[in-house]
């Protein structure tokens, strides 16, 4: 059984980074497939940000449209983590992070929930203004 541990998070005034770090139990090559989730009180947890790896060293990300060009998501050397670095954060990007993984390749990132058979607990980000 695969698990992911989510850390990292914390508190950051607006316009402040944050890198939050998702590490699995074992080197397991097969979860082609990682993500970064949030959920804000009171909404749905919400796609931000994944990883997927098609063949060799071809690998593909996707964005949400509310942190493009301010999130990045990488995956360690030996596929055992994967990182998202935070900048220029806002109060709105305040949430429970939550990583996913799955084992699938492929050449487009999923973004709904139901994709990812592995999930973290998340580790709380909070942006104050």
């Known amino acids: 059984q695969v698990q992911l541990a989510e850390s990292g998070g914390g508190l950051v005034q607006a316009g402040g980074s944050l890198r939050i770090s998702c590490t699995t139990s074992?080197?397991?090559?097969?979860?082609?497939?990682m993500a970064w989730f949030r959920r804000a009180p009171g909404k749905e947890r919400e796609f931000v940000a994944g990883?997927?790896?098609?063949?060799?060293?071809?690998?593909?990300?996707q964005y949400a449209g509310s942190v493009k060009g301010r999130f990045r998501i990488s995956r360690g050397n030996a596929r055992d983590a994967v990182y998202q670095q935070m900048n220029s954060l806002k109060p709105e990007d305040t949430a429970v992070y939550y990583c996913?993984?799955?084992?699938?390749?492929?050449?487009?990132?999923?973004?709904?929930?139901?994709?990812?058979?592995?999930w973290g607990q998340g580790t709380q980000v909070t942006v104050s203004s």
């Open positions: 996913a993984a799955a084992e699938r390749s492929g050449t487009v990132v999923i973004t709904h929930t139901g994709y990812y058979a592995y």
């Open positions: 074992e080197r397991t090559f097969r979860l082609y497939s």
């Open positions: 990883i997927v790896w098609s063949s060799g060293s071809v690998y593909y990300t």
